[in-house]
């Protein structure tokens, strides 16, 4: 059974950067997008970015240029640099796994972002 580690949350101020990683414990196998997903407080969960097996990309409007995501299929990892962070960045980042054929996906358990100063 595949699970997600997510590391990297924590305080940044307003106009830092902040690195997130998403571990998969298991091989992820097929076709499957990998992503990170934010919620924060009162609000639905949204995306953040997401990169497909063959590097097609889609960001969060919200975000849109002020974040980066890369994958390593070989090492089953998912990283998201984020800069120019602002007060409503301020969530739970998850990481997720979706496999459009099955339409299957998995969690993480989530990591909290908090940019205040």
């Known amino acids: 059974q595949v699970q997600l580690v997510e590391s990297g949350g924590g305080l940044v101020q307003p106009g830092g950067s902040l690195r997130l990683s998403c571990q998969a414990s298991?091989?992820?196998?097929?076709?499957?997008?990998m992503g990170w997903y934010r919620q924060a407080p009162g609000k639905q969960r949204e995306l953040v970015a997401a990169?497909?097996?063959?590097?097609?990309?889609d960001f969060g409007r919200s975000v849109r240029g002020r974040v980066s995501v890369s994958r390593d299929n070989a090492k089953n990892t998912l990283s998201l640099q984020m800069t120019n962070l602002k007060l409503d960045d301020t969530a739970v980042y998850y990481c997720?796994?979706?496999?459009?054929?099955?339409?299957?996906?998995?969690w993480g358990q989530g990591t909290l972002v908090t940019v205040s100063s």
């Open positions: 997720n796994v979706f496999w459009p054929k099955d339409n299957v996906q998995i």
């Open positions: 298991g091989s992820i196998f097929g076709v499957n997008s």
């Open positions: 990169v497909t097996g063959r590097g097609t990309k």
